[in-house]
């Protein structure tokens, strides 16, 4: 315990044994919980609202199923996302014409794969569903109807945002929230869920700008930016996620919520502005962005002092704890991860500007290696390379930081390029988050 006290000290944070053992509890649960992505085929118009139900087997009554969770389904998107523990479960979709979250038995409703059960194992964490769009009532024997009346822990029990406007000073925006979705990612996840938010109502004649925080960062790390970013021709989208979970996951999860965003707002571009460890968050994001058989729409890629070959602690932590933090197992240098990021170069479909920070005398900006942020591979796959005298939280309130990222995404917004058009509208959102 001395030692991994010791680790936490180094990394700037205190802790006792109970912090160590509620940290690894909640990661405990992370990783013991299963994902169910559910996505409605097209050929429908709900005269309601479309409802998706998880059942899962009594566990006294043989041939009875109870209600695990339930979701109002996004109307545009037509997709939502269950976190679910181990086991087997049957998924039903009804069309609630009279919005009483009950299934009537004049209602349309539906099964996936013919009510077969879907099945979580312990390799198999995660399932994508598409169900049918519900055209006539079925036999609903053996279960339950009646939603209204079940916990509200079932329902919307995983908030997803995709484009929700929230103030800057909403608690989800908190340095604390951004502390507990680093140490208590299950619990974040509860609490706060995740997803792109807006700090004002979209606007199609202004490009969105995607900021992505690092490790333990919150909305509160661009304050500044959010105060001073140009409001006639951008607007400020954030990526609210807890920093604790896998960093591939979070890219892969990043990517389905801009394509949801793309459905939603039709937007043609966006550019992405990322900070530290959300550089990572943000490159295995656009990687996956740019390999999928659909236009790119993202444009500009700003990262600001990421450690593009992990960190040392990184490697520590893990070694030290039976149960770390999962990002760190892809903060780990020259890990498999960081080696699979860079086998997709981004050029020339996205112009990557890559700036740090450093502090005389310290090797780096204080808190992340040189050696880290000026990674040969991410150099070579930038188009342009800036460092500022600042150490890694002082460079996003520097006036000189902010005016050159500004005017790189005028510059991007002052060029045209039919490679980058968006193409046209999507038909799905392609599935979820995490």
């Not at 009950?102 to 198999?124: M, N, Y």
């Not at 199609?204 to 909305?219: E, I, Q, R, W, Y």
Request: proline fraction near 6%; charged fraction near 25%.
């Amino acid at each position: 315990m001395l030692k991994t006290a010791a680790i936490f000290a180094i990394i700037g944070v205190t802790v006792s044994a109970c912090f160590i053992a509620r940290m690894q509890a909640d990661v405990r649960l992370l990783e013991d919980q299963r994902q169910l992505h559910v996505l409605v085929k097209k050929g429908g118009t709900p005269e309601g609202q479309l409802v998706a139900v998880v059942y899962q087997p009594h566990e006294e009554r043989e041939g009875e199923q109870t209600i695990a969770a339930f979701k109002v389904v996004d109307a545009k998107l037509r997709a939502a996302v269950f976190l679910l523990p181990k086991g087997s479960y049957r998924l039903a979709l009804f069309d609630d014409r009279n919005l009483n979250l009950r299934i009537d038995d004049d209602e349309p409703v539906t099964f996936a794969r013919r009510g077969h059960r879907l099945r979580f194992s312990q390799v198999r964490k995660k399932l994508e569903i598409k169900i049918k769009f519900p055209r006539k009532p079925g036999s609903l024997k053996g279960y339950p109807r009646d939603l209204s009346s079940v916990s509200s822990a079932l329902c919307d029990q995983y908030q997803v945002s995709f484009g929700e406007l929230l103030d800057l000073d909403d608690p989800r925006f908190s340095e604390a929230a951004g502390n507990m979705g680093l140490w208590e990612p299950n619990r974040f996840l509860r609490e706060y869920g995740a997803g792109i938010y807006q700090l004002a109502p979209h606007d199609p004649d202004k490009t969105p700008v995607l900021f992505v925080s690092g490790a333990s960062g919150s909305a509160q790390n661009w304050r500044y930016f959010f105060e001073r970013l140009d409001r006639d021709k951008f607007e400020a989208w954030y990526f609210l996620y807890p920093s604790g979970m896998q960093i591939s996951e979070l890219g892969h999860s990043l990517n389905r919520l801009v394509r949801g965003m793309q459905v939603k707002f039709h937007v043609p571009k966006i550019h992405v502005v990322a900070h530290s460890m959300g550089g990572l968050v943000a490159r295995e994001f656009i990687v996956k962005h740019i390999e999928e058989k659909r236009p790119s729409i993202i444009d500009t890629f700003v990262t600001i002092s990421t450690p593009w070959n992990g960190h040392a602690m990184a490697k520590k932590g893990v070694q030290a704890l039976s149960i770390p933090v999962p990002s760190w197992h892809d903060m780990i240098p020259g890990n498999g991860f960081i080696q699979e990021v860079f086998n997709v170069p981004l050029k020339p479909k996205v112009d990557h500007y890559l700036m740090f920070g450093f502090v005389p005398g310290t090797g780096g900006d204080g808190s992340v290696s040189l050696d880290s942020m000026l990674l040969m591979e991410a150099q070579e796959d930038a188009v342009e390379i800036r460092g500022y005298h600042a150490d890694h939280v002082e460079i996003l309130k520097s006036d000189v930081a902010f005016e050159y990222i500004e005017s790189m995404l005028i510059k991007a917004e002052d060029k045209s390029s039919p490679e980058r058009d968006a193409g046209p509208e999507q038909d799905d959102a392609g599935g979820l988050l995490p």
